[in-house]
């Protein structure tokens, strides 16, 4: 394999400015087809050619060095310089002046005068020449209208628009002369004349793909001014089969309102309509370059005339599929949008074959034998580029970079996905009518196997499988049709969503269990004496409890979900960093244009930042967290992202235990029932059996407390026995926190994985799985909050109806309520209003007469035991 020698291989690297095109011209400029072949000729021939940079590295870094030396040597002197240079300037100023003014006073006086007249014959002889310049322009305008006529007779129109082009050039010579606007006016009619004397030809060259005439017509219309009239022609001429196919398509969902129709799909014309719009491109890839000067330019500039041109407009026809489809439209819009992209990806590739023909030869050396002078040459210097962009050499990205640069520059992708903008704004609402009519289609099975009978709890479960396996699917909607622009929109969407989904299974809750269904009481077992439930009463303590148990098993999964979501947000977040760090090596879209779309938009706010900064962080430490907490309860899984679903499952759970309460203390409260309406309030008894002679009380504590509270204390007290049958079932221990009346100083007692955070605007909180509970603590809880529960209705319903107390009835009272509070105090309970009612029924007549005095009207039992005792 022939070398060229190193002293000429580094004699032309000084003919390069870039030193990658040096390289591929070196490596390729004395190499046959033959001895390409050799890739152990080609090694030795790149080892030579490092060879030969390293010596020229050498010498070039000799040659510095000397200079650098000089440089030194000199600078020392250059200020001594500078200033002698400055007084030998200011001696040669002051010369000059002397000899000038010397030598004006030496000119005789006629020699001045003869000067000063040839001064004035030259002025005179630059106006006379321009003079005739504009005589000779006059002349020729005035047979401009002749001349270009005969020539379109004679179809000469190549030099009739070089005439044109001509006379154009020199209207410059009449401006600001009344003569300026009729020209102007003759020379656009002969540019009329001459466009309409080739429109006829130009369509027919058009149509039959004539490259030359076309790119002669192109020169003609250049030259008179008419270059975007010739775009016009050759755009409409090569879209009219496109356009006549869209306007005449028969679509299914997508036709104009008020026209049925029957055919295709929109989604299914549009992946054929795009192909023929691909092959239609990829013939103008070979066209275009042939006729036009900037071809990427132009080919952007066609896409957008075709997209353009459309009847209806793509904004129309999405419009219409979207009405068509109505909740369900999301899914259609992402299948058309999903077309557009895979077309998109094909025009981009198409758009980087053209740019690529259209970068200008690499500089060569006019002295290299080697260099052809054929026109081919651009051809096959391009050829070389492309070799050495898929060897993967420097020049691959510097080129590749290049024209990634231009083809962006290009607006194409924005005409065509710019029709999408308003549903990708309006994406939540789009999302949420869809998982809407999701959760319908779901119920209505559900208002089916509920009117046969069918286990709730199953249901609910079931139902959840399904709801979380559609709200999952919305992650990759959003992805597909907004990128990651539209994660605020996809949480509020999927928080509205489960909040739904809950709440109508709450108010299904509230509405078939509102409490005791029957006052028919069975006979109640020997170790629940008190208790009587009917049988209604126990299936709904069992519904109630399977309720609870699929409320625990839905708010796992809904944890489960979350730590999905938040994977999804965090991709997204890192996609979004990756990006504004590194735009072209990461991008969000698969054009530019896309991603101009979006980030001009609404979409891309503060608050989608806010939530991605927030969410920004390694997806696989939430995963690894997620799995260490299945044995530590004390781990969390960051802060909850769905809030409005989680307070409604709290919520949904709290109704749960609000009906199993009531259900548990309906026989205590029905026993209560007709406690305020007994008599034994108003007997009344002689005053001397029950003081001494100094008019002294007797005590009333040895009186025994009425049956209905022996009843109802017995049934206090035989509740423990209750919760021993449901020991086993951790249904009770889901969102304790909820129960009604909870005891605050129990509930910290208890681990706090076991008490998932209510969601709150005033504080942050931590996503936590709930972790299985010592039943004892849990009974404790629940015995606690029966208790309260009960408590809390005798004193606010129960005993506020007693509307009359005499002191008999007062002692009675007062020994029913002593009674009491010792039992509750036997599960752990206590009540500041319950020993209020007690302190005050006990009082005499003078000292609660004096207590009214003395308290105000805000003490609302002192209020109800006034009333009572007639102490007002």
Excluded at 700 to 707: A, D, Q, V, Y
Aim: aromatic content about 8%; overall charge negative.
């Amino acid at each position: 394999m022939s070398f060229p020698a190193t002293t000429e291989a580094i004699d032309s690297l000084e003919e390069y400015e870039d030193i990658i095109a040096w390289i591929n011209d070196t490596l390729t400029a004395s190499s046959s087809e033959q001895d390409l072949e050799s890739l152990m000729n080609l090694d030795q021939q790149i080892t030579q050619l490092i060879a030969s940079l390293d010596i020229a590295c050498e010498d070039t870094s000799s040659q510095l060095e000397r200079t650098i030396d000089d440089v030194s040597r000199g600078i020392p002197r250059l200020t001594y310089d500078l200033h002698f240079i400055q007084d030998n300037a200011l001696s040669l100023q002051t010369s000059l002046a002397t000899v000038h003014s010397s030598s004006r006073a030496a000119i005789p006086d006629t020699t001045a005068s003869a000067l000063e007249q040839l001064k004035r014959l030259d002025t005179i002889k630059g106006h006379m020449e321009a003079a005739r310049e504009v005589l000779r322009e006059a002349e020729s305008w005035s047979t401009l209208e002749l001349e270009v006529t005969s020539m379109l007779t004679e179809h000469n129109y190549a030099k009739a628009a070089s005439r044109l082009s001509e006379a154009n050039k020199s209207m410059v010579v009449f401006q600001n002369t009344p003569d300026y606007d009729p020209r102007r006016m003759l020379l656009v009619n002969l540019q009329n004349q001459l466009e309409a004397s080739l429109s006829s030809a130009l369509v027919a060259a058009i149509n039959e793909q004539n490259l030359e005439t076309c790119r002669n017509y192109f020169n003609i219309f250049n030259n008179i001014q008419r270059e975007v009239e010739f775009r016009n022609y050759y755009y409409g001429s090569r879209r009219a089969p496109l356009a006549a196919t869209w306007h005449d398509a028969e679509l299914l969902d997508a036709a104009p309102q008020g026209k049925i129709v029957s055919g295709q799909t929109f989604s299914e014309f549009l992946s054929k309509f795009y192909a023929s719009m691909l092959a239609l491109l990829n013939q103008e890839c070979g066209s275009i370059p042939a006729i036009f000067p900037d071809p990427a330019h132009t080919l952007s500039a066609f896409i957008s005339s075709i997209l353009s041109s459309l009847q209806p407009t793509f904004s129309q026809r999405l419009s219409s599929l979207s009405s068509y489809y109505a909740d369900s439209a999301l899914k259609e819009l992402i299948t058309v949008y999903r077309v557009t992209e895979e077309f998109a990806v094909g025009v981009v590739k198409l758009m980087q074959k053209i740019q690529y023909s259209a970068v200008p030869p690499v500089k060569t050396s006019s002295s290299d034998p080697a260099t052809p002078t054929h026109p081919s040459h651009s051809r096959k210097r391009s050829m070389r580029m492309s070799i050495s962009f898929r060897s993967g050499t420097n020049m691959t990205n510097s080129g590749s970079q290049k024209i990634s640069s231009l083809v962006d520059g290009l607006d194409w992708d924005q005409e065509l996905f710019h029709p999408f903008l308003e549903f990708q704004v309006d994406y939540g609402s789009l999302e949420r009518r869809f998982l809407d009519h999701a959760l319908r289609d779901i119920l209505s099975n559900d208002t089916r196997q509920k009117a046969s009978g069918s286990d709730q709890a199953r249901i609910f479960r079931e139902r959840a499988v399904d709801i979380f396996s559609i709200a999952e699917e919305s992650l990759a909607r959003c992805s597909a049709f907004t990128h990651g622009y539209g994660s605020v929109s996809l949480l509020q969407a999927l928080d509205g969503f489960l909040k739904s989904f809950v709440d109508m299974w709450t108010a299904d809750v509230s509405f078939a269990f509102p409490g005791p269904h029957s006052t028919l009481q069975e006979a109640g077992s020997e170790d629940l004496s008190g208790l009587d439930y009917t049988s209604q009463d126990w299936q709904n303590i069992q519904t109630m409890l399977h309720l609870l148990g699929s409320a625990r098993s839905v708010y796992e999964r809904m944890n489960s979900f979350e730590v999905k979501l938040r994977a999804n947000l965090a991709n997204t977040a890192s996609k979004f960093r990756l990006h504004r760090g590194d735009p072209t090596s990461f991008p969000i879209a698969d054009t530019k244009g896309a991603e101009q779309i979006f980030e001009q938009s609404s979409l891309n706010s503060a608050d989608l930042h806010a939530l991605l900064d927030k969410i920004d962080v390694d997806p696989s430490h939430i995963r690894d967290n997620f799995s260490r907490q299945q044995g530590t309860a004390s781990s969390t899984l960051g802060e909850p992202l769905l809030t409005d679903a989680r307070s409604a499952m709290f919520e949904f759970a709290k109704t749960c235990q609000i009906s199993l309460q009531d259900t548990i203390l309906s026989p205590l409260r029905q026993q209560l029932a007709s406690y305020a309406l007994s008599s034994i309030w108003v007997i009344t008894t002689e005053e001397s059996r029950n003081t001494t002679f100094n008019d002294l009380q007797v005590p009333t504590f040895s009186l025994s407390p009425s049956e209905i509270f022996q009843r109802v204390t017995e049934g206090l007290l035989n509740l423990p026995r209750l919760f021993e049958v449901y020991a086993d079932d951790d249904a009770l221990s889901f969102s304790l926190q909820t129960l009604p009346y909870a005891d605050p100083e129990l509930l910290k007692n208890l681990p706090a994985a076991s008490l998932p955070d209510i969601p709150s605007h005033s504080r942050r909180h931590s996503v936590t799985k709930p972790v299985t509970l010592d039943p004892e603590m849990v009974s404790t809880a629940w015995l606690s909050s029966l208790g309260q529960s009960l408590l809390a209705h005798l004193t606010t319903e129960v005993l506020p109806r007693i509307n009359k107390l005499t002191s008999a009835g007062a002692a009675q009272l007062a020994s029913d309520l002593g009674y009491l509070s010792n039992v509750i105090r036997v599960i752990n309970v206590e009540s500041e209003e319950l020993e209020q009612w007690k302190e005050y029924v006990e009082l005499n007549d003078d000292a609660g007469k004096a207590k009214v005095d003395t308290k105000n009207d805000e003490d609302r039992v002192l209020n109800h035991v006034a009333r009572m005792r007639g102490w007002r």
